[in-house]
């Protein structure tokens, strides 16, 4: 069992800038990829950022390429999304997530452990 706390959400101005954390206890960490997504309201749960178990491979969605930057360290059993540029159609709410399998990916169906987001919000 993983259990899974995200941190650093709040709101800010279009063009700031946030840092959003994931701790994660329970099953070794470094054991899995892990990802970021957001759903906004009235919208179905997107996928914005992915990275592999050792941090060599990660993923984004087009419209975050650039801007933000997903990262891990296994020592501290967390990953970070870096959200720089921040537009207002980023606002949603964020949420990490674990998968079992070493690989990154983009597929919300293939992680197992969820949180219980943060939210994050972008005044124009």
């Known amino acids: 069992q993983v259990q899974l706390g995200e941190s650093g959400g709040g709101l800010v101005r279009a063009g700031g800038s946030l840092r959003l954390s994931c701790a994660a206890s329970?099953?070794?960490?470094?054991?899995?990829?892990m990802g970021w997504f957001r759903q906004a309201p009235g919208e179905e749960r997107e996928f914005v950022a992915a990275?592999?178990?050792?941090?060599?491979?990660?993923y984004y969605t087009d419209s975050v390429k650039g801007r933000f930057t997903i990262s891990r360290d296994n020592g501290k059993s967390t990953v970070y999304l870096q959200m720089n540029s921040l537009k207002p159609e980023d606002t949603a709410v964020y949420y990490c997530?674990?998968?079992?399998?070493?690989?990154?990916?983009?597929?919300?169906?293939?992680?197992?452990?969820w949180g219980q987001g943060t939210q994050v919000t972008v005044s124009s």
């Open positions: 990275i592999s178990r050792s941090g060599s491979t990660s």
């Open positions: 997530a674990a998968k079992m399998g070493s690989a990154a990916s983009t597929n919300p169906s293939t992680y197992n452990y």
């Open positions: 329970g099953r070794t960490f470094s054991s899995g990829a």
